[in-house]
């Protein structure tokens, strides 16, 4: 089983960027489909990019679509979400997350067979 650690988050000005990372142990992450979800207090956790087990396809929530970039190495086991032209509206816990399930399947449902614990980006004005 996949492991997930992420790091990267911390606060940032509204128009600034971040790079979030997800660092995975085990030997067996090029099989799995990775992506990121995101989720506000109070909301339901919401689907933010995912990407194939080769890194040849990605997906992107609408909402982050032009702005934020989904990528993986897979000689290091690690995915990374690269975030520019930030927005207050971007502001949640980001959390990373593993399936063997198609990348193209994530947006239609939240289940994810490995999170990793989550890390908060703030975006202020």
């Known amino acids: 089983q996949v492991q997930l650690v992420e790091s990267g988050g911390g606060l940032v000005q509204a128009g600034g960027s971040l790079r979030l990372s997800c660092a995975a142990s085990?030997?067996?992450?090029?099989?799995?489909?990775m992506g990121w979800f995101r989720q506000v207090s109070g909301k339901e956790r919401e689907f933010v990019a995912a990407?194939?087990?080769?890194?040849?396809?990605?997906y992107y929530a609408d909402s982050v679509k032009g702005r934020f970039t989904i990528s993986r190495d897979n000689a290091k086991n690690t995915v990374y979400l690269q975030m520019n032209s930030l927005n207050p509206e971007d502001t949640a816990v980001y959390y990373c997350?593993?399936?063997?399930?198609?990348?193209?399947?994530?947006?239609?449902?939240?289940?994810?067979?490995?999170w990793g614990q989550g890390t908060l980006v703030t975006v202020s004005s």
């Open positions: 990407i194939s087990v080769s890194g040849g396809n990605t």
């Open positions: 085990g030997r067996t992450f090029s099989t799995y489909a």
């Open positions: 997350a593993a399936d063997r399930a198609f990348a193209s399947t994530w947006t239609l449902t939240g289940y994810r067979e490995v």
